[in-house]
């Protein structure tokens, strides 16, 4: 039971894995009865065309970007962002295997690490961004990983509560994101320790743990990771739920392409955190949970930041001392 997380990662990684390798270009040849007519059509796309709708796009009898895109999200977003996802819980899982996760023996003595508003607003952020990871993945992937062992009848269920959840959740996150920046972007700005943090890779080179502050080089990097890429897919999402705000078809398939690339690249990069939050440096969760961590926890892996606190905790009780 020990390592329940273990398996939750393994079996994300067998359910990614072989369908979305199966996936790509279609080698089914369903023969079309109007492919002559469309052939035709195509043929005469250089040729002014007149119809009496009056509308954008109206003239447009076959929209050749619509199947471009198409071509781009079959045979290569699905493909290579599921080799992604997958790789990165493979990696994970290795590193796991092999090296195991970090822990420090405890003290007893807690202190306080985050308030109960910033936990509040950091759940909120993780549940909303969980759910649009798992209804995005069924929109994206579904039909490769879902519809072969749901059936079509179930999945057309599943898709389209995927699809409304989606659009409802959306709005959401940009809500919490923002929230979640302007409570934690003061303890994110770059600083010089943390470039050293970063060539030291935590720890992993040089063994012991490199001196850091409120957070680390690598909680910093995801810090802006998740908020450059939550910005992208935020501006392509409201465009996606409101298309009118857009001029024709064209800019809504790059933000179709926006919103897919930068979701990929937030889910993969949510693995690792989830994995350091929860596997891979223990007592870390303790303090996102209860807003305590343990002394010893604190003076290993954030040593500037624990220096601080004591430095005025002093102050203070000298303060306090001279007040008497
Ligand atoms: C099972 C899911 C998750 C767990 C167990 C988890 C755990 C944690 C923990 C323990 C911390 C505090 C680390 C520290 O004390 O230094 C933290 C911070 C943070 N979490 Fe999560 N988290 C989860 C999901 C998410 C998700 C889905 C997001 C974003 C969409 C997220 C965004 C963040 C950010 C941005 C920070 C602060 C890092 C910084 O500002 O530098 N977390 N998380």
């Known amino acids: 039971m020990r390592h329940w997380w273990v398996w939750v990662w393994l079996c994300l990684g067998a359910t990614l894995f072989p369908p979305v390798h ?11 009865p109007g492919a002559e007519l469309w052939n035709e059509v195509r043929g005469r796309q250089a040729a002014p065309a007149t119809t009496q709708v009056q509308g954008r796009d109206s003239q447009v009898l076959v929209n050749e970007w619509g199947e471009h ?4 999200r079959r045979q290569r977003f699905v493909r290579y962002s599921g080799y992604l996802l997958a790789g990165v819980v493979s990696l994970l899982l290795l590193y796991h295997l092999l090296h195991g996760g970090l822990e420090v023996t405890e003290s007893g003595r807690k202190v306080l690490r985050f308030e ?5 607003v950091h759940w909120l952020l993780a549940g909303v961004f969980l759910l649009l990871t798992v209804t995005g993945v069924v929109l994206a992937f579904g039909r490769f990983v879902v519809l072969p062992w749901s059936g079509p009848e179930v999945f057309a269920v599943i898709a389209s509560a995927s699809k409304e959840g989606h659009n409802l959740f959306g709005p959401l996150f940009i809500v919490a994101l923002l929230w979640f920046f302007v409570l ?10 943390d470039i050293y ?7 992993m080179l040089g063994g012991g743990h490199p001196a850091a502050g409120f957070f680390n080089g690598g909680e910093k990097i995801w810090f802006w990771i998740l908020t450059i890429g939550g910005l992208a897919v935020s501006t392509s999402g409201v465009v996606l739920d409101f298309p009118a705000l857009v001029e024709g078809r064209n800019p809504l398939v790059l933000a179709l392409v926006v919103h897919g690339i930068a979701a990929v690249v937030l889910i993969a990069a949510s693995f690792g955190h989830m994995y ?3 596997l891979g440096v223990k007592g870390s969760l303790e303090g996102m949970k209860s807003g305590l ?6 003076h290993a892996h954030h040593v500037l930041w624990y220096e601080e606190l004591n430095r005025k905790a002093q102050a203070e009780s ?7």
């Open 22 to 32: 199966a996936a790509g270009p279609s080698t089914d040849k369903v023969l079309n």
């Open 69 to 72: 895109f198409r071509d781009y």
């Open 116 to 120: 109960l508003t910033e936990r509040i």
């Open 184 to 193: 934690f972007v003061g303890r994110n700005l770059p600083r010089l320790v």
């Open 197 to 203: 943090w970063l060539i030291r890779a935590g720890g």
């Open 276 to 278: 350091l939050g929860t």
């Open 293 to 298: 961590v343990d002394e010893a926890w604190a």
């Open 318 to 324: 000298s303060a306090r001392e001279q007040g008497q």
